[in-house]
């Protein structure tokens, strides 16, 4: 981004504006907030994150929540950057803060059952194990990323180009490197926690829920203020929680100040959320942007 002869900031207009070069600074953030077009991008985010929960049945498993999200992009993203092993992939998850190493394992034993994860080479040794995700991980991860790509194009039209370029093998790997090592890196310099957090991100579909609120919310506003009926048990269904979880999930986001009940089992999100959501949901769209840019860039 340029300032003026003034110092002050000027709004980036096409996608390579809103690459810093540099570190990502306080005014970039406030730009993009600021942004006419930020709460219908957002917004957006929040309906293709309701998609993806409905659509291919791994995919929605993996975007429950914060964690299982994050390993599968580190999933992606490892493969790609010197290789996927256990090791790599706990150490990872380990710094990323949100998913413990563990459940690191478990993650990818899950992927290998589901037929969404290869082994290259076997264990040997003192060597681990070498994996690669299948060729239907691959497909289902670029088509999940299809939506906020045009989310972001909201903000920089000419990003839209991305999609259709997705197809392109050489395009595909250059944007899941950088996107995904900057979503990583994000992750890791932040400290995911806090009320938001622990409300939606952590818990078995609180992403998937908080998704449901954005994606309703009405138009020129973010987050919205509109209350969105909950169903619980139909919640419950489409998720594949109990309806015990979704209520207490409810329950306890209205404890924690982010989320209030209105009449007719619909719900709210409340006034001490919309700072962090802001940044959650601007960081997403600079973690796109980004990576667009430069991808762009370097294919021509």
Do not use: N
Request: charged share 20%; with cysteine.
């Amino acid at each position: 981004m340029a300032a003026d002869s003034g110092g002050d900031w000027r709004m980036p207009v096409t996608v390579f504006d809103w690459d810093p070069g540099g570190e990502v600074t306080f005014e970039y953030f406030r730009c993009m907030v600021e942004h006419p077009q930020f709460p219908a991008a957002a917004r957006a985010l929040g309906i293709t994150s309701v998609e993806t929960s409905r659509g291919d049945r791994v995919m929605a498993y993996i975007a429950r929540d914060a964690g299982r999200y994050v390993a599968g992009l580190l999933v992606m993203w490892l493969d790609l950057t010197g290789g996927l092993t256990l090791p790599r992939l706990k150490a990872a998850c380990a710094r990323s803060r949100v998913l413990s190493p563990g459940r690191a394992r478990s993650f990818l034993f899950y992927l290998q059952h589901v037929g969404y994860l290869e082994t290259v080479r076997p264990a040997q040794a003192a060597v681990a194990a070498l994996y690669a995700p299948s060729a239907r991980f691959r497909a289902a991860w670029i088509d999940h990323l299809r939506g906020p790509v045009a989310a972001a194009a909201l903000i920089a039209p000419d990003a839209g180009v991305l999609i259709d370029r997705l197809d392109d093998p050489a395009v595909r790997t250059t944007f899941l490197t950088l996107q995904g090592g900057c979503l990583f890196e994000s992750t890791a310099a932040t400290a995911l926690e806090g009320p938001v957090f622990d409300s939606f991100y952590y818990p078995l579909a609180g992403v998937q829920i908080l998704s449901t609120l954005i994606a309703a919310g009405e138009e020129g506003r973010f987050p919205a203020r509109t209350p969105v009926p909950l169903p619980i048990s139909q919640i419950a269904r489409e998720l594949d929680v109990s309806r015990m979880h979704v209520k207490r999930l409810l329950l306890a986001a209205q404890a924690a100040g982010v989320l209030t009940a209105h009449p007719g089992g619909a719900y709210a999100l409340a006034e001490p959320a919309d700072e962090v959501l802001r940044f959650i949901y601007a960081a997403q769209l600079i973690c796109l942007l980004i990576p667009i840019g430069r991808t762009l860039r370097q294919h021509g």
